[in-house]
């Protein structure tokens, strides 16, 4: 079984450059968090999307960073104008359902270097 | 706002040594409390997982963990560490009313393990 796919691995972008992260969720799975894990520290919640909703942006910053999950195809974080400070690995999870009681899978993560 | 506290952010200890890592977290109503393992190179993978019901909790691989609801900890123990633990470990939690699965995670804590 495919576990979480993420795209690409590693991405690389100069300041004010668009940064597109991919992630294709385990087969069967309706519901994607993204979450962002800056140098040294733990991961932090940024998004979580069912199928063309987003149900909690509460963890997102209000400017340049978009997500979606469209009915076809993987979720999309976009991360526009980038700056030095977006330089993080940013992971996917996705689950079966919503709530505190379902699993989240985790993906290996992209890791985003702004120049 | 909820938040969660590992206390040690790097541990080294020999092979077949007791580990003990804390966790605090802080909310008031009923959590979900997790502890995931991420090995060199790989994803993020549940350890164990404390919902309800008797508060010591079983992992894989020999792991377990108590949650102490009157210390707000969920401390992560194996009496006999080998040098394939050798990885970060966090810890987290989902809570509140209209829970949505979101993970509020501590910054983690490495352990290496000397053979």
């Known amino acids: 079984n495919a576990g979480v796919m993420q795209n690409p691995r590693h991405l690389v972008r100069r300041r004010g450059q668009e940064a597109r992260l991919r992630c294709s969720p385990m087969?069967?799975?309706?519901?994607v968090y993204w979450y962002r894990q800056l140098p040294e520290e733990g991961l932090k919640f940024m998004v979580y999307l069912q199928k063309e909703n987003i149900i909690d942006e509460s963890g997102m910053p209000k400017e340049r960073f978009s997500a979606e999950f469209p009915k076809e195809g993987p979720s999309i974080l976009r991360i526009q104008q980038v700056v030095r400070g977006d330089s993080a690995a940013y992971f996917c999870a996705s689950s079966a359902g919503t709530g505190g009681l379902n699993e989240q899978f985790f993906g290996p993560g992209t890791r985003l270097t702004v120049l | 706002a909820q938040s969660v506290s590992q206390h040690n952010h790097h541990v080294i200890l020999s092979e077949a040594a007791s580990l003990e890592l804390g966790c605090n977290y802080s909310y008031g109503g009923t959590v979900n409390l997790f502890w995931y393992v991420q090995y060199p190179g790989q994803h993020l993978q549940l350890l164990l997982k404390?919902?309800?019901?008797?508060?010591l909790v079983k992992g894989i691989k020999g792991f377990e963990a108590e949650f102490i609801k009157s210390k707000f900890s969920f401390n992560l123990r194996k009496p006999s560490v080998q040098w394939s633990d050798t990885a970060e470990y966090f810890c987290a939690v989902n809570a509140g009313s209209g829970n949505t699965g979101k993970l509020i995670f501590g910054q983690g804590t490495t352990l290496q393990v000397k053979p």
């Open positions: 087969k069967g799975h309706s519901h």
């Open positions: 404390y919902f309800s019901g008797d508060p």
